[in-house]
């Protein structure tokens, strides 16, 4: 086994597998690249992440339960669970750029039927569009972030794209509180709508060109090799459980702070600021550890951590504002801080030439493990009709625990089946060397897709 295992060492190739084959591209500006992508994840998350704090509003407004506001959130992930699939078929034989500017319209399109719903129904369709749109997006910019940073520099990369989920705690939360305080439900979606224009306006100026290295190989050949590796299968489930862990806690956050911890709706904005400043000091940090440690063992003290701060979360009784601030301070940190080293380790494990396909695919197993811990997180959250609090959610943060061990567990086995991908500054590595023997499978030889990776 430790034969099968053992990584062949190349000279790390410069961005997108090699200089020679894409001397006639120009040179990236790598942070303007950073910046737009981060900008597309900052509009992608907030708009999931708004539904959560709008949560007591739209109950209210729609006259729906706890359950069907679950669906709400539900059906974003869900539609870009089976966008992310249809898209592993052939998301590898096109322009990034391109794909990445036409989800993001259909996103920003989407996002304003949010901010016009006239009914539960309606929303219900237009989560679900902006998710197909928006999820998908997501896949694109972390694919986008492997091919261009050599893997030595990737967990800074992924981290400085992590940025966005702070950046939209700190900004874009407490931003979309106080216009839906001021101007009612609908305004942060219209707000949303708006930036995605300027947005989709810097990615169609500064983003590159980035085209497939590999020639496109038949669409069910190319699917076929991202499902026959076992690499790829831990990768696929060990980011479901990464996911999964914090969807079965975040739904109910807002709502619980309010129903259970006694803060009013309009001191949430000040819980998410916190929460987000803390998590932007510390997802820096933490893309250089994941570059200078060892990816799993950083993970692994992540999770340990995040397993503490979702306990405290679920189970937080009457308190004051400070105390709660600190909470979800820590809760941010861990939870965020975890993706950085998990994506980085998973990035790192899959040939470039599989990337694209791989990371849709893979956003179709986060995006249908965060619609999954939702409807979870659903059923077993119900609302005291009496008192007004919400009973079960000590449950969910259980729940989410055990999907923190998971997580941690699958991450091992993939180490072992790739261990070049969890080493600090590792060379870039040939994945099918690296692979035991009953992983190496793939497109038959002579299929486009079996080129060489050298």
Request: charged share 15%.
């Amino acid at each position: 086994m430790a034969k099968s295992c053992a990584a062949r060492k190349i000279s790390d190739p410069s961005p997108l597998m090699s200089a020679t084959a894409h001397s006639h591209r120009p040179p990236i500006n790598e942070r303007a690249l950073l910046a737009v992508l981060v900008a597309v994840q900052f509009t992608h998350i907030m708009d999931f992440m708004i539904m959560m704090p709008l949560g007591s509003r739209l109950m209210r407004v729609f006259e729906i339960t706890p359950a069907q506001f679950s669906r709400l959130v539900a059906a974003y992930g869900i539609a870009a669970a089976v966008t992310g699939f249809l898209g592993g078929f052939v998301l590898d034989r096109f322009d990034r750029k391109r794909v990445l500017l036409v989800l993001y319209t259909g996103f920003g399109v989407a996002t304003l039927g949010c901010a016009l719903a006239p009914s539960y129904g309606f929303m219900l369709l237009a989560r679900a569009a902006a998710g197909a749109c928006g999820g998908v997006a997501g896949s694109v910019v972390t694919a986008m972030v492997g091919d261009v940073f050599p893997a030595a520099r990737r967990g800074r990369a992924t981290g400085a794209v992590m940025m966005a989920f702070p950046i939209a705690s700190v900004l874009g939360v407490p931003t979309g509180l106080r216009l839906a305080s001021a101007f009612e439900w609908h305004a942060p979606f219209f707000f949303l709508s708006g930036v995605s224009v300027f947005v989709w306006a810097a990615a169609a100026a500064f983003l590159p060109s980035l085209r497939p290295a590999h020639p496109a190989a038949h669409p069910w050949r190319q699917m076929k090799a991202i499902l026959a590796h076992r690499v790829h299968w831990y990768g696929f489930m060990m980011s479901a459980a990464l996911i999964f862990g914090g969807a079965c806690v975040v739904p109910f956050l807002a709502p619980s702070m309010v129903a259970n911890v006694g803060l009013r709706e309009d001191q949430l904005d000040l819980l998410y600021a916190a929460g987000g400043l803390c998590a932007a000091c510390s997802t820096p940090i933490i893309g250089r550890l994941a570059d200078r440690h060892d990816k799993l063992h950083v993970l692994g003290w992540l999770s340990l951590g995040a397993a503490a701060a979702a306990l405290i979360m679920t189970n937080l009784p009457p308190v004051p504002l400070w105390a709660a601030m600190m909470a979800v301070g820590l809760f941010m940190v861990t939870m965020s801080g975890r993706f950085t080293p998990g994506m980085a380790l998973v990035s790192n494990a899959i040939e470039p030439r599989y990337r694209g396909g791989f990371m849709s695919v893979n956003a179709s197993f986060q995006q249908g493990a965060m619609g999954l811990a939702n409807l979870t997180a659903g059923l077993l959250v119900t609302k005291d009709e009496t008192t007004g609090r919400l009973v079960g959610y000590p449950r969910a943060g259980i729940v989410a625990v055990v999907a923190f061990a998971l997580t941690v567990s699958l991450a091992t086995r993939l180490r072992a089946l790739a261990p070049h991908a969890a080493r600090p500054g590792h060379i870039e590595t040939g994945p099918e060397a690296a692979l035991p023997e009953k992983a190496k499978a793939g497109p038959p030889e002579g299929s486009p897709a079996r080129s060489s990776f050298n």
